[in-house]
């Protein structure tokens, strides 16, 4: 079988899963449908949005499908009378069994982690969040339970102490581009030897989830050490961002993104969340252990700023707290 005879049906929806779809159609492989979530309105005149793999599909002329349910019966016709050998998923959604175990070959996902460790919906944000140095991509078999099907490859990625879950998302996004690749090619030969997770894990000391992340997992506690607010911040950034609460002297309250942080170890005696600035460039917040001084900022309602175009429109910062 050669990759032009391969039918392969490609599931995904996000940037993210545009370049695995990108590299697949500009290296020859049949891709002779894709799936992808139905159109949303977005944006304040809540204007119908496309997702960024549909906008693909599109230009490429692939067909395509958009099913609200994927139980729905006209959709799985549909599906079925594709006819494919293979399915690849990248960010879509959970998949029914009648969906996945649909082509003779199976359906393969490709996971932004080393699988076992960081299942479930963030694994990029969680990796940076824990301080790893290390992080990668899987491809694997899909099966019943989430995230837990047999390890087809793997690919390690390194995370720098200047990375934030938006750089490393971008290098697993292309190192998983040609992990797809590598894994269909693999398929095509026959030159699989799938591992099942549950041997991997022996070898793991702490598995750790990677749940997905609502607003308030994003809200700063600043009871916390340097490092791990820091590593907070940049795990969250640039989206969907950490936040606190800035109380002025007055008393009023104003929600805070905070995009970029530096550590600054010293001894002090100030409360947490209390501020040490200069006025004009600085902008530290007592944590454990030292402060962590803020180098970009959103205040609600505003666009994102430098810490110096913020303290000089914000007036008596030295009075203010976070909380």
Wanted: proline share 5%; aromatic share 8%; glycine share 6%.
């Amino acid at each position: 079988m050669t990759k032009q005879d391969l039918r392969i049906v490609y599931m995904g929806t996000p940037d993210f899963a545009v370049e695995s779809l990108k590299a697949l159609v500009e290296g020859g492989y049949n891709v002779v449908g894709v799936i992808t979530m139905p159109d949303k309105p977005a944006g304040r005149g809540h204007k119908i949005q496309f997702s960024p793999v549909k906008q693909y599909a599109l230009e490429q002329n692939l067909p395509l499908l958009q099913p609200e349910k994927l139980k729905d019966p006209e959709f799985l016709e549909a599906l079925k009378a594709w006819n494919a050998d293979l399915q690849i998923v990248v960010a879509f959604r959970m998949l029914p069994e009648v969906v996945w175990n649909m082509p003779r070959l199976g359906t393969f996902n490709l996971h932004a982690s080393l699988l076992p460790q960081y299942r479930g919906a963030a694994p990029i944000n969680w990796a940076v969040i824990n301080g790893d140095k290390e992080t990668g991509i899987t491809t694997f078999f899909l099966t019943h339970e989430i995230d837990t099907g047999n390890v087809i490859f793997q690919e390690k990625v390194a995370i720098s102490e200047n990375d934030n879950a938006g750089t490393v998302h971008d290098a697993l996004m292309m190192t998983g581009a040609k992990l797809v690749c590598q894994t269909v090619d693999a398929v095509i030969e026959g030159n699989l030897t799938p591992i099942p997770q549950e041997e991997m894990a022996k070898n793991v000391k702490e598995l750790r989830p990677a749940p997905k992340i609502f607003k308030e997992t994003c809200r700063i506690d600043w009871n916390k050490d340097v490092t791990s607010v820091f590593n907070f911040v940049r795990g969250l950034s640039p989206y969907p961002a950490a936040w606190s609460e800035l109380v002025a002297a007055d008393g009023t309250i104003h929600a805070v993104k905070i995009f970029e942080t530096e550590k600054v170890f010293e001894e002090h005696d100030l409360d947490n969340g209390s501020v040490r600035t200069d006025g004009k460039h600085t902008l530290e917040v007592a944590v454990n252990e030292g402060f962590v001084r803020i180098l970009s900022l959103q205040l609600a309602g505003k666009k994102r700023m430098n810490v110096t175009d913020f303290l000089n429109g914000f007036k008596d910062i030295e009075e203010c707290g976070f909380v």
